[in-house]
């Protein structure tokens, strides 16, 4: 009789220099091991795909991770007087990025079903923003925000980035308003959006705004959602609040977006939200404005504990193996006429370029945001590099992996 040892489908298990980590994607239960040369035999025959999730246990069956595993229910002993051995195949995800080799035959229409992915589409109209913020530079980068880029896109080149947004799936169109010249522009342009079905977002930064800018836009024909960006310690000034007090109290269906940079900015933003009626319309977002390592480490990084409550099930592990969730789907086209993936990354084209083409240039190059995973990352070989949310553009502007407090400190 052989008995085997049998690795359920829906469990998961990586390695890192280390720890070994077994993940259950049904129950989302998880057992970060500590590596020993019995522990690697076992698992690195386990994680060996010839051997279909099923080794010959042997002699093992009592050693501590076999128990660990079977009692954590990973997997299971199997006794077979027959000699049949049991497998298990857990599906893989393959994502084809080898459009090259279609490439070189001058196939290029083979990648135009890559359009069909975009999701969001973000224009920023000018950067005519008059204002002088310090960080404005890098603030664009993290969220969605404001910018001084230079150029204004003209009537013309509204038409073509219609074609564009005719030209995909997009569920969502997003504007960024740097000042009353841009509404005019969308005034005049109101056919650039005309499927209800897409949503439509205005982000205008609290120094930009005011009520006759939110009316216009109110008064546009598609459906409009207007978003004000918020740097909360800009609500230290008493005209900031004012004016933040009465855009909640005139417009009910105007969301905040808080950014948080400092240890201050949480207490502020506790204030407003207990004096401000905000319920259900404010987004916080934590930012990086170049000296607050210490905020970001406390406020955003996840311990050991948060990390092994993070609850993913296989889908989005299959996922996370091979494209950023965060980043897939979005471009944003900014006024100098150029179309990027991520603000953190090259322009492969502008509004006069196929848009399969950008893509096809993105999915053929190292510079691709949509599919910048933690393995890529200096995440490396961490165990969790498929469990933990993906990179986002604060780690990016930090170059560093933060989602974190531990792991990746000790690889
Ligand atoms: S409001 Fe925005 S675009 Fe204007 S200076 Fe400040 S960060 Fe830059
Ligand atoms: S952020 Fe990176 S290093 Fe930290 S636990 Fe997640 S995958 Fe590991």
Known sequence: ???????????????????????????????????????????????????????????????????????????????????????TIPPVLIFSNRAERVLSKGLLFYDAHLVDYIKTITIRLSGSCRHDC????????????????????????????????????????????SSEKDVALLEQNQFIVDNSEQLVINYINWRNVSEEI???????????????????????????????????????????????????????????????????????????????????????QMNEQELSSLQCDSDSIKTNQVINSEFWGSIYIEPDRTICLNENYPCFGDIDTPLYEILSKAFNSNDNPWLLTRKKFSCGTCAYRYLCPPINNLELSMSEPFACSSYHKSL
């Open 1 to 87: 009789m052989i008995q085997y040892l049998c690795i359920k489908p829906e469990v998961y298990i990586w390695k890192d220099k280390k720890n070994i980590l077994f993940y259950n994607s049904i129950t989302f239960q998880s057992v970060l091991w500590e590596r020993n040369s019995e522990s690697d035999t076992i698992v690195d025959a386990l994680l060996d795909v010839k051997n279909f999730y099923s080794i010959d246990i042997g002699d093992k069956k009592d050693s501590d991770i076999v128990q660990e595993i079977t009692k954590k229910g990973f997997g299971v002993i199997v006794d077979t007087s027959d000699k049949l051995k049991p497998i």
């Open 134 to 177: 310090t960080d404005c530079s890098s603030l664009f980068r993290q969220v969605t925000n404001c910018t001084k880029r230079s150029g204004l896109l003209t009537k013309e080149d509204l038409l073509k980035i219609r074609t564009i947004i005719h030209g995909t799936k997009a569920e969502k169109v997003q504007f960024i308003i």
């Open 214 to 300: 939110i009316d216009r836009i109110e008064s546009l024909s598609c459906q409009q959602l207007v978003k004000i960006v918020f740097k909360v310690d800009a609500c230290i000034l008493d005209d900031a609040q004012m004016l933040l007090r009465k855009l909640l109290n005139k417009y009910k269906n105007i969301i905040v977006c808080f950014l948080l940079s400092s240890d201050e900015d949480v207490a502020l933003y506790q204030d407003l939200e207990q004096s401000l009626d905000i319920t259900d319309r404010n987004e916080v977002h934590c930012v990086f404005n170049g000296n607050n390592h210490h905020f970001i480490e406390t406020f955003y």
